[in-house]
């Protein structure tokens, strides 16, 4: 059981550069989840997706859209990469719509360098 | 708003030892609280969370937390620490008002010496 898979793991853009990360779950959850980790801030939200085709924004939204692909599919794009995006990025999906009462699965992450 | 702070960015324990790591929330209304652990190169993973009812919860390897609304905190206890236990722990507050908004600590490296 792959729970929740991200890709790529390592990425290196340059300014100004555009990417998308892709995250999908194999567990037909309805919520799906990024988050961007920096040191000593913990993690902070960037968009979520209730359930499929929906979209709304987190606490750090600037510089980031998403799509909802379809139930399993849940992905991140950054379309002008800026140094302040050096993160590690984390998507995690959960079975209800909400994250306030439940378990969210998390994937191991995608490291993202931005010069 | 909520908030969580983490006291303590590192805390290191002997093999055997009482593990505490310290968690304190702001949260307008009654709140979630939640212990999560990430291993090295994983994502994190639910140890342990409280909604209502019983102030003290038991988690996954042995942890536990006390949520005490008076200070409000929600400590993460274990008797015995482990050299497997060794890893970052966050803990994280939702209001049950607030969707999806899951507000998380900065974090706390738990290190076990031998």
């Known amino acids: 059981?792959?729970?929740?898979?991200?890709?790529?793991?390592?990425?290196?853009?340059?300014?100004?550069?555009?990417?998308?990360?892709q995250c999908a779950q194999d567990m037909n959850h309805n919520s799906m989840y990024w988050y961007?980790?920096?040191?000593?801030?913990?993690?902070?939200?960037?968009?979520?997706?209730?359930?499929?085709g929906t979209t709304d924004k987190g606490e750090v939204p600037n510089g980031y859209n998403v799509s909802r692909l379809n139930k399993r599919e849940f992905s991140l794009r950054l379309e002008s990469a800026a140094p302040s995006q050096t993160s590690v990025?984390?998507?995690a999906s959960g079975q209800g719509q909400t994250a306030t009462n439940e378990k969210l699965f998390f994937g191991s992450g995608t490291q993202l360098s931005v010069l | 708003a909520q908030s969580v702070t983490q006291l303590g960015s590192h805390v290191s324990v002997s093999e055997g030892a009482l593990v505490l790591l310290r968690c304190n929330y702001?949260?307008?209304?009654?709140?979630?609280?939640?212990?999560?652990?990430?291993?090295?190169?994983?994502?994190l993973q639910l140890l342990l969370k409280y909604t209502t009812g019983a102030t003290l919860v038991k988690g996954i390897n042995g942890f536990e937390a006390e949520?005490?609304?008076?200070?409000?905190?929600?400590?993460?206890t274990k008797p015995s620490a482990h050299m497997s236990d060794a890893a970052e722990y966050f803990c994280?507050?939702?209001?049950?008002?607030?969707?999806?908004?899951?507000?998380?600590?900065?974090?706390?490296?738990?290190m076990v010496k031998p």
């Open chain 1, 1 to 21: 059981n792959a729970g929740v898979t991200q890709t790529p793991k390592f990425q290196v853009l340059k300014t100004g550069q555009s990417m998308t990360l």
């Open chain 1, 36 to 52: 961007r980790q920096d040191p000593g801030m913990g993690l902070r939200l960037i968009y979520y997706s209730a359930s499929e």
């Open chain 1, 89 to 91: 990025y984390f998507c």
């Open chain 2, 26 to 43: 702001s949260s307008s209304v009654p709140p979630y609280l939640f212990w999560y652990v990430q291993y090295p190169n994983q994502g």
């Open chain 2, 67 to 76: 949520f005490k609304k008076s200070e409000t905190s929600f400590h993460l």
């Open chain 2, 92 to 110: 994280a507050v939702s209001e049950n008002n607030a969707g999806n908004m899951l507000t998380f600590g900065g974090g706390t490296r738990l």
